[in-house]
Every structure is written in C-alpha cells, then in structure tokens.
C-alpha cells in the first residue's frame, strides 16, 4: 500500500480487512509498515535479518516484546530506550541511570528476581504513552525526573514532546492540553508499572 495516499491507505487496510473476514480464509502479508501489521493481522511474525524474532499476536507483540528489536519495532512513536543499572538494596531493586532513579514497583521486582538475572546493565524500555507531564501522575508518582523540551508537536487529539532526560532523547505522548513549550524545562513521570527491562549484552528481554 505504500503508493497510496495515506486516505486510501486507510480506506484499503479496512477494505482487505473485511475480505478477510467474508473469505475465512488464510491471508500471508508482508509489509515494512508495522501500521499495516498491527491493525491487518491477527497473528504477526516478526523478522530481522531473516530470522524469526517474535510470533505472537499484535497486543502481545506490543506488550511483552521478547527482545530489544522487537519492542522497538512494534510502536509508533516507537519505545525509548536508556542505558541503566540495576541497584538491588534492603528494601528493594532501583533502576538507576545518571542522577535518576526509581524504585521497580512489588510486582516487578518479584519477576525480575525470579528471572536470576545476575548482572547490572540494563536497558530500560519505556513507552512514549507510558510518560507523563500531568499534576495528578507527578503528585502520585514515587520519582519525578528533570527533563529539557527540544519540541512540541500539536496532532489534535495528542500531543508528542521531544525531551532530554539524563542525556538520553526521550518522546512522550502527553494530553494534548499539556502546558509544556520548547526549549523549556519540565517535569514527568514514568509509569513504573509499564516498564521493560532488557537485557544489555544480550538484548533479550528481562521483564515487561
């Protein structure tokens, strides 16, 4: 579909949807467009390379990607990613990169131990949706992390900012009434509970 305007784009993904329903039939589509993968299929295969990555369905491939490509792959704006470490403590286990840091939610924690990862570098995954600028998630959020807006773009319904946090280029879809302008400095939060954690020298995913 990538001659198409992006209307008809739209018009022929929901049209060759409906042709697979009425068929029943079994459709193979290869595409480059993770768009067109998402909303068409109903189990996608992921490749790089060649080689398979993920099969899985496109809410799973979304939410526990099994590795580092994958999950930047599969999302748009795709997943940040920062280069962190791991601090376990008496009273729990911290992410930690540059001045930052957050203690890994309960939950979390206990995956991640019961995964015997042993070391200490990390790469910490975080979706743009999963980043916000709002008084009612900063007010309830355990850290709240210094970031520098390069831009701000307007899409209507959402709104993208383009920030720096701890020296890493972080984009965060916030609501579309955020107060953030560029070239400014703000405040945001992670929503910890939506984390992924990888593996650094590996790239396999540790928790999601």
């Known amino acids: 579909l990538s001659n ?3 209307k008809l784009r739209v018009q022929m993904r929901s049209e060759i949807g409906k042709l697979h329903k009425r068929l029943q039939a079994t459709f193979i589509y290869v595409t480059h467009d993770q768009t067109e993968a998402m909303t068409m299929g109903t189990r996608i295969v992921v490749m790089k390379d060649g080689v398979i990555q993920q099969i899985d369905s496109p809410s799973a491939l979304y939410n526990t990607p099994v590795n580092l490509f994958v999950a930047g792959f599969i999302g748009s704006p795709q997943m940040n990613f920062i280069d962190a470490k791991i601090d376990r403590r008496a009273d729990g286990i911290y992410v930690v990169f540059g001045n930052s840091e957050f203690k890994l939610p309960e939950g979390k924690a206990k ?3 019961e995964t ?8 910490l995954g975080v979706r743009p949706e999963d980043i916000h600028d709002e008084e009612v998630f900063l007010a309830n959020s355990e850290s709240n992390f210094d970031a520098y807006v390069e831009v ?13 946090i701890e020296g890493t280029k972080v984009v965060a879809r916030v609501n579309p009434r955020t107060t953030a302008k560029a070239q400014s400095d703000i405040k945001i939060a992670f929503d910890f509970n ?3 954690i990888f ?9 999601n």
């Open 199 to 207: 593996d650094k020298e590996t790239e396999k995913t540790i928790i």
């Open 111 to 113: 995956k991640f131990e």
């Open 4 to 6: 198409l305007d992006a």
């Open 116 to 123: 015997g990862f042993a070391g200490e570098e990390v790469v």
């Open 194 to 196: 939506k984390v992924h």
């Open 152 to 164: 701000v773009e307007h899409l209507g319904s959402e709104t993208y900012l383009y920030t720096i």
